[in-house]
Each structure stands twice: as structure tokens, then as C-alpha cells.
């Protein structure tokens, strides 16, 4: 590596938590790895990434949010002038650090990054969280990008699967040792079989209604629930009152998703690529409710844990109280499938992606570096033969 000064990185992505979770992680990887390395992730200004990004001791610098439309209209008129701006402001970016390298993880701010560094040949580290890849991270692969997916059957370029970079308190999850604390600190049973339901950070009202409609049938059955609904998003009875029944609780939000993995028997949750990822690395046995809307990546992202055996997969559409009578809760009372579930689970899942991320980064950094000097010789060369003439 470059003794001279120490690697710049600059991490590029945002406007989710699916964007910046990765992000966070691997920088959190680069600094174990070179532990003089400069870091700086770059944003939007509107996006989650202005609050969990200095949050988690990062620094951040922000460029204008460009939307990619996806039909005609004034907006896509529009695009070309916004575009010029934004890849301006992110040349400035890269100049003013001196980047070695450029990782990008997805988002609007992506794309102007991507063509940013390409004009200066600034190496590009690409990773692609979702089994279908988004819009920003294509153009990236197709600047030259080095790409990383979390998911085996992506196809983005000649990509190398690492899987998904995530926080060392859920890739070092020990789910047995830490069953009881977790148990304990959620107010569940410690005897008694957990269901914990989850839409994501910002719910999922078609399964909260559906749970709403079994929490009955689920107390009848000895199961325990503990609903996390989304903020803002507490479910009520017919009389407006917060939904209650023996063995359930709801909360809004949970700090710290290993809890939930190390506390719950089964989880039933949307298919998010993070929620997917995390789920096979620390082997939580799942049923997925795909996102209804969209491109249809959710499904797609949960396919492979489906089909090794770690987790189901039910339609929006046929998730009901019906569903949740006829299959969640034999499932729930079956410990051996469910053992089985988790085995097939914990097999499949990644644990060192963000490690994995950090060594093909600081790879494609060493080699920029290196380009560049011979670059740097040739122009040396061709500057005193030229003085000689």
C-alpha cells in the first residue's frame, strides 16, 4: 500500500436503511483492517443518511438527490442539467479527499459518484445488496466497476459473491447462548414457543391486520407473539383500543435486530435483502411476506433461502389468519423442522461479507495506486526525453 499517505476511501449510497446498513459495515471493516485508513461516506441531504451516518461517527458529505424518472415527463427533461450538477459537486468531492477508491452501495447519490470517478480513472468498488440489481449500481458495473453481490444468482458483470456486510453484533450472533438474555430483555417466556413479526422499520399493514385478525388462534395454541408494528403504526381493536390478547405484546421498534434473531423460534417478516442476509448468517428459521409492490425483488431475494430449506414463502395476497392457522403454527410447534430450518439456514448464510468487502477494496485500491505510478513514471519519462530533445 501507499506508506507516502494514508488510503482515502470515499463510500457512496443512502436514502435507506438497506443502503447505509452495508455501508456502515464495511467502513467499520476497513478500519479493522488498515487502521489508518481515511474514510468519508457521501449522501443526500434529505436521506436517512444524515442522521445514521454521523451517528455511527462516520463524516459525510452531501450532493443534490438526482431521481432517475422512468418515463417521459418534465422531470427527465430536466434530468441532463441536474445530473451535470450533481457529478459536479461529486468531482469536488473526490478532488478535495484525493479518493483512492470509490465504494458505492446503492441510491441516488450513486450514479453521479460512479461517472464522477470515472473521469479521473478513480478505481470503482461496486456492491449490489439485492438479487436484482438497481439502476445506480448497473451504470457503475458498466464504468468498469469491481462488483460484490450479497446474493449468488445476481447478474451484475463479473461479480464476486461476499454477501451482505452487517453490524458484528448480528454476523457474531451466538443464538443459543444469547437466547435467554434476549428473551428476558423483549418480555418474552423463556419456555414458552416466540413468534416475532416484523415489517421492517416502517411496518407492513397488510401483516399487521392479518396477525391481528390469529393472535386468538396463536394464545389457543400456547404461542407467544411479539408484534414490532412499525413506528406510528400500533394496531387497535374494532373498539380503537390497542390490540390485546394472552401471550401478545406489540411494540413499535426494537433497538437492535439481534435480539429479535436470538429471542424468536420463527420470524415472520417482509424479504429486504438485509432482513434476508441476516436471517441465513445467524440461522433464524423465517416466513417471508414479499413487499407486494415494486419489482418484484423481495421475492426474489428470499428465493434461495426458500429453496435450501430455511425459511417459506407466502404471497401477500394469501397471508391471512387462515394461512397463519393452517401452516405458521404447526410450524411453530414443530421443533424439529424448525431445527432443521435453522441448520439449513446457518449453511447458506455469510457472516465475514464485510471482511470480504474490506480485502477486495483495499485490492482495487493497491492496484489503482499502482497504475498510477506507473502512469505517473511513463509521464516522467516522456517529460525528460522530451527535455533531451
Known sequence: MNTESPLYVVLAGGGTAGHISPLLAIAGALRQSLPGVQLLAVGTPGGMEARLVPAAGLDLATISRVP?????????????????????????????TGADVLVGVGGYVCTPMYLAARRRKIPIVVHEANTRPGLANRVGARLGGHVAVAFAATKLGRARHVGMPMRPEISGLDRDAARAGARQALGLDPDKPALIVTGGSSGAQSINRSLAAAVGTLADAGVQTLHITGRGKSVHDADGKPLAAPGYRQVEYVDGMETVYAAADLLLARAGAATVCEVAAVGVPAVFVPLPIGNGEQALNAGGLVAAGGALLVDDNDFSADWIRDNLI??????????????????????????????????????????RKQDSRKQHSRTQHGRKQ
Open 68 to 96: 432517475l424518472p422512468r418515463r417521459p415527463s418534465v422531470d427527465l427533461l430536466r434530468l441532463p442539467g441536474r445530473m451535470a450538477g450533481a457529478v459536479k459537486q461529486a468531482g469536488s468531492i473526490l478532488d478535495e
Open 330 to 371: 404447526p410450524l411453530l410447534l414443530d421443533k424439529d423442522k424448525l431445527a432443521r430450518m435453522a441448520a439449513s439456514s446457518e449453511h447458506l448464510g455469510i457472516r465475514n461479507a464485510d471482511r470480504r468487502m474490506a480485502d477486495l477494496i483495499l485490492e482495487v485500491a493497491a492496484s489503482g495506486q499502482n497504475s
